[in-house]
């Protein structure tokens, strides 16, 4: 079992910039693709970003891509999303997924997920 506990959620004006956090337990990530999902009201869960563990290859969906940031912290076992240039558009909850294997180009598979972090963004 992966437990994820997702933070760094918040208010922001648009083009502004937060940056969330997921923490992981249970077991060592070494052979898992961590990913970040968002969801809106009335919508499907929509992909955002992934990355391996061990190698750290990333994948951003296009309409984040250039503007957010994925990164893992090995010390903190725990993986970043660093939001730059944020829109009204962005604003959703933020989901924090885990799945075993590192197909990171594949958006289904994830199994662990994370509570939840709600991001609005303001005009």
């Known amino acids: 079992q992966v437990q994820l506990v997702e933070s760094g959620g918040g208010l922001v004006q648009a083009g502004g910039s937060l940056r969330l956090s997921c923490e992981a337990s249970g077991r060592t990530l070494d052979r898992y693709t961590m990913g970040w999902f968002r969801q809106v009201p009335g919508k499907e869960r929509e992909f955002v970003a992934a990355i391996t563990w061990s190698g750290g290859i990333t994948a951003y969906s296009g309409s984040v891509s250039g503007r957010f940031i994925i990164s893992r912290d090995n010390a903190k076992n725990a993986v970043c999303l660093q939001m730059n240039d944020l829109k009204l558009e962005d604003t959703a909850v933020y989901y924090c997924?885990?799945?075993?294997?590192?197909?990171?180009?594949?958006?289904?598979?994830?199994?662990?997920w994370g509570q939840g972090t709600q991001v609005t963004v303001s005009s």
């Open positions: 997924a885990a799945k075993y294997g590192e197909a990171y180009y594949s958006t289904s598979g994830y199994g662990y």
